[in-house]
């Protein structure tokens, strides 16, 4: 991954190939930003000018690129829209701030080292433009063999090379590296961005590689690496403890299911949480089969687990005095001689029985059974995610997830958690009323209802698996979880790893005894 620092240095005599500056969107056409001001005085004050010929409006995402004035060791200048300007006296917002550096690295792949001078005000921009650049930089391209001779069958033989390489340094400039809150800031964003670009490495991995077995051996080596305490149930063990739910699910798949549980503790922990995701490491909708055009993209469906595995390795290595469990219910939902039939009864691990309507509304079966498990150690709160319902991606489209709970002020927290770190995210209600659509007349639920309000029925199908007195939120992520479209700030084409930085942010408020 990207190697960061904070640095004093000044533009004008730092060794890199670029230097990437602010600008903004003001009135009058484009406004260099704070920061940039060695550059600007380079240019004889008319760098906004230089800018506005090139083309560029400060428009959020857009990246100029610029050869740098005369005496600078650096050869480019990259500017990157900020949007808006901000009010007069106040800064940008982090967000704006994360985006554009995620654009800048992005478009800087290739190059060794940029030093980045965007607009600072405190230690939490830098930790903002620090994330930026480390997701910004991401890029999947294990299974690419990059025009290397791969052998004589090879069809990538004689290809051009068609991956370029990740930004390998980059130089914060603007921070103070001796400041304890910076460092801090740097730090942070470093385990958030590390552990968040290898959700999205799982959710990437094809199907046929990551099965429920390799997930759980992934999950227990990092577990191991952090302190963190681990524990599989494979199907021997599902089957002695009555998990219906998972192993329904997984009844069709030559790859058996797994329930992972991540045990994370602190001794100074005053609080605990239990994070629950939904695994399915491949989605085929199962005997109620997923036609084609809905199916290819379906190994994002372990996106919630990969998101509740990386925030809690993030808990540990922050150290955070909180409990953090994490459950991952891992699961491959595909047809077969022995896979469970729409109109099959499972008996789940709450004792509840469950008639399978539609063996493609899965995702609800496995985490039936994980929050019940979750819900026997009673923490303080339960959150699950989860790429559950296309109704939802209907609801709130492509970069935005759903939150449901039991709870409303703690749906509020968990809003606000998400809105603080820049993830966006939108309350839904769970209206009664769409309960009765679920009542089977051979079973205590069905798990399927009324098709309008499909998302929040799943919602209330899940509620009915949450312990008595528990305080639960429902994250579904079906929207924002994968991008099929191109990339664009911080985020890549592929799995974006949504959900991981409200988790790490709720467990951080719930150390700081700020959570309910
Ligand atoms: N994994 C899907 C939901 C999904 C769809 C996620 C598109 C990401 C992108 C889920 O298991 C599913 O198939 N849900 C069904 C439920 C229905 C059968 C009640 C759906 O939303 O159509
Ligand atoms: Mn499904
Ligand atoms: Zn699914």
């Known amino acids: 991954m990207t190697a960061l620092t904070l640095s004093t240095a000044a533009a004008p005599g730092l060794r890199a190939d670029a230097i990437v500056i602010g600008v903004a969107k003001g009135a009058e056409g484009p406004v260099v930003a704070p920061g940039a001001e060695a550059v600007d005085k380079a240019y004889d004050g008319r760098l906004a000018g230089v800018l506005e010929t090139l083309g560029a409006s400060g428009a959020e995402g857009e990246v100029t690129k610029l050869p740098a004035p005369a005496g600078f060791k650096a050869p480019l200048v990259v500017a990157v829209g900020l949007g808006a300007e901000p009010e007069k006296d106040s800064g940008f917002d982090a967000e ?5 550096a995620g654009a800048a690295s992005r478009g800087l792949a290739g190059s060794q080292k940029a030093a980045f001078a965007l607009p600072l005000t405190d230690a939490a921009d830098a930790g903002a433009v620090a994330e930026g650049v480390l997701l ?31 930004l390998a340094e980059a130089a914060l400039l603007g921070g103070k590296p001796r400041d304890r809150a910076y460092k801090a800031a740097i730090e942070r964003a470093t385990a958030v961005a590390e552990e968040l670009n290898r959700a999205r490495d799982l959710i990437n991995m ?18 191991k690496e952090h302190g963190i305490k681990v524990q599989v149930l494979d199907v021997k063990a599902l089957e002695k403890g009555g998990y219906g739910g998972i192993l329904g699910v997984g009844a069709g798949s030559a790859a058996g299911p797994r329930l992972v549980k991540l045990s994370y503790t602190s001794s100074k922990a005053k609080k605990h949480l239990a994070f629950v995701g939904k695994g399915i490491t491949y989605d085929s909708g199962g005997i109620s089969l997923k036609p084609a055009g809905h199916n290819e993209t379906m190994k994002c469906d372990m996106s919630g687990a990969a998101a509740v595995f990386a925030a809690v390795v993030a808990a540990a290595r922050l150290g955070l005095e909180v409990n953090v469990t994490g459950w991952l219910a891992l699961a491959e939902n595909m047809p077969s001689g022995s896979a469970t039939r729409p109109g099959d009864v499972l008996r789940m691990y709450s004792g509840k029985t469950v008639e399978v309507l539609n063996t493609d509304a899965e ?27 296309g109704a939802m991606m209907l609801a709130l489209g492509n970069r935005t997830f759903g939150i449901m709970a039991n709870d409303d002020a703690f749906r509020t927290a968990v809003h606000e958690a998400a809105a603080e770190v820049g993830e966006p995210a939108w309350p839904m209600p769970l209206p009664e009323h769409l309960r009765k659509g679920m009542d089977s007349p051979t079973a205590d639920i069905a798990n399927m209802g009324e098709r309008m309000g499909g998302g929040l029925v799943a919602g209330l199908f899940l509620r009915e698996f949450v312990g008595e007195g528990i305080i639960w939120a429902h994250l579904d992520i079906a929207g924002p979880a994968f991008n099929d479209g191109g990339p664009f700030g911080y985020t890549p084409k592929g799995g974006t790893g949504t959900a991981v930085r409200t988790l790490v942010r709720l467990a951080e408020l719930a150390a700081a005894g700020d959570l309910g």
């Not at 704006?96 to 554009?100: I, P, S, T």
């Not at 890029?139 to 290397?148: A, H, L, Q, R, T």
């Not at 496995?366 to 979750?374: E, F, G, I, P, S």
């Open 96 to 100: 704006a701030l994360r985006r554009a």
């Open 363 to 389: 995702g609800r079966l496995v985490l039936a059974d994980a929050l019940w498990a979750a819900s026997e150690e009673t923490p303080d709160a339960i959150v699950d995610v989860a790429t559950l319902t």
């Open 136 to 166: 910004g930089a991401y890029s999947f391209d294990v299974y690419k063999n990059n025009g290397k001779d791969t052998g004589k069958d090879s069809r990538a033989k004689g290809k051009a090379k068609n991956g370029k390489a990740p």
């Open 206 to 223: 094809p199907p046929n590689d990551l099965d429920p077995e390799a997930f759980a051996a992934i999950a227990q080596t990092a577990a």
